[in-house]
């Protein structure tokens, strides 16, 4: 049986009643922040849908010739849409393109192999390209009785309105504090360790356990140190820029930069000079997060970051700074 969290069991027990009860909708969104669990309850829903012989309690029976074809991967009745490689193999696209909505479509157009439902899941559905998102709006807009097509998305803004609204939004959302430590708790997670992870990770439960569980959280204090030294002039910008984007996680340093810039002007710090360069350099660094992805070179776009760290917030600063990035 799948063991949710609290969170997901919400969603999921609201979404199977309208399954059960025959309101569940041809096409489902489910949105809210990355790393929720939204494809996970969304995959087992599809379970549900494609079960022969459910339990008494609505779960599906794990025994059944469409539960077996799901545990093995194989079940015609349901498809999963995401990125693709690129025709010569070499790496996998950063959109869903026309093709595979196509596809898509063709597969629903036929008469399911079992149970009389067909499920296909489209995640990240925010990476659609302008010509795919055409496509599937038809696809949406002429819906059949027990086919389902269900968008996964943490941007659902990148979405047109027009394909919005021909969905039933299932929406996750960052629990409470308290409901999201005890389920960090319930991961193995130290009390204090969770308590850390979760005020970095603004209350997203998700992000924190990841951080828990990888060199997350070890990368923001490194990430805290360098800003202060930087203030200070201990480090070189040049040099902290190579070490930042050596290892191909410049993106989640930035991420950590402005997230304790935000920290640091949320302390209700009465410099209204200082609130703001804070503000402006949090705006800078996640437009620099975006420039990662195109093709111009990290290293040169985290030196002018750190430039414009040092010399307008540095200016600013003062030791309380300092102390602020080590907290």
Known sequence: MTTFAPWQQRIH????????????????????????????????????????????DGEPCGECRGCRLWAAGSHPDYQLVSFVRTKDGSKLRTEIVIEQIRKLSEQMALTPQYGGAQVVIIDPADAINHAAANALLKTLEEPVPGRYLWLVSAQPSRLSATIRSRCQKLEFRLPPRAEALDWLQGQGHPATGAVEALDAARGHPGLAHEWLGGEGMAV??????????LLRGELAVVETAQRWTADGEADQRLRF?????????????????????????????????ELLRTTVRAELVVVELLMAWRAGVGRAGNDKVAQGMKA
């Open 220 to 229: 923001r204090r490194e990430v805290a140190s360098d800003l202060d030294k």
């Open 13 to 56: 027990d609201q979404a199977a009643a309208a399954l059960d009860a025959g309101r569940l909708g041809h096409g489902l969104l489910f949105c809210g922040p990355g790393r929720l669990g939204k494809r996970q309850v969304a995959e087992h829903l599809a379970r549900r849908l494609l079960c022969t012989d459910r339990r008494t």
């Open 257 to 289: 930069a402005a997230d304790l810039a935000v920290a640091e002007a949320a302390r209700g710090l009465t410099d209204p000079l200082r609130a703001r360069s804070l503000a402006e350099w949090f705006d800078r660094a996640n437009r620099a997060r």
